[in-house]
């Protein structure tokens, strides 16, 4: 996460939004399927990879929005924290009803969903592509 923004502002936002988005859940569905120490190490990756996401998409939404920078952000970060308190339940009951493996390759899978959504970020003076 700390590097995000430095990342983004030499790669552009949509290059570290796509790649975060690509590998992290690929980290994640190798992480399912290894044990010991390796498991561990992909863990790390994952989050290592998914981290810069977060500065990322508030610098786009501040970009979004100039003007209303302070509101633009609270917003983002209201529906965050919903929207990932509302994944964790729904997480938690898919791993409760199918077994956790299930419930982390199924949300791995689905993070792969989003890939469309970067493409429809607004091009901006931070972005390479």
């Known amino acids: 996460t700390f590097f995000g923004g430095t990342l983004s502002d030499f790669f552009g936002r949509r290059q570290v939004l796509l790649f975060s988005l690509i590998v992290s859940p690929l980290f994640v569905l190798a992480f399912l399927r290894s044990q010991g120490i390796i498991s561990m190490i992909l863990l790390f990756g994952a989050g290592l990879v998914a ?16 003007e209303k920078r302070s509101f633009a952000s609270g917003l983002y970060m209201s529906a965050s924290f ?8 729904l ?9 956790l493996g299930v419930a982390f390759t199924s949300s791995a899978l689905f993070v792969f969903a989003g890939i469309p959504l970067v493409m429809l970020l607004p091009k901006g003076t931070h972005d390479a592509a």
Do not use: N, T, Y
């Not at 919903?82 to 339940?89: D, G, K």
């Not at 997480?91 to 077994?99: H, K």
């Open 82 to 89: 919903v929207i990932r308190s509302l994944a964790s339940v």
């Open 51 to 66: 981290g810069p996401s977060v500065p990322v998409i508030l610098a786009v939404v501040q970009e979004s929005f100039p």
């Open 91 to 99: 997480l938690g009951g898919l791993g409760d009803w199918f077994g």
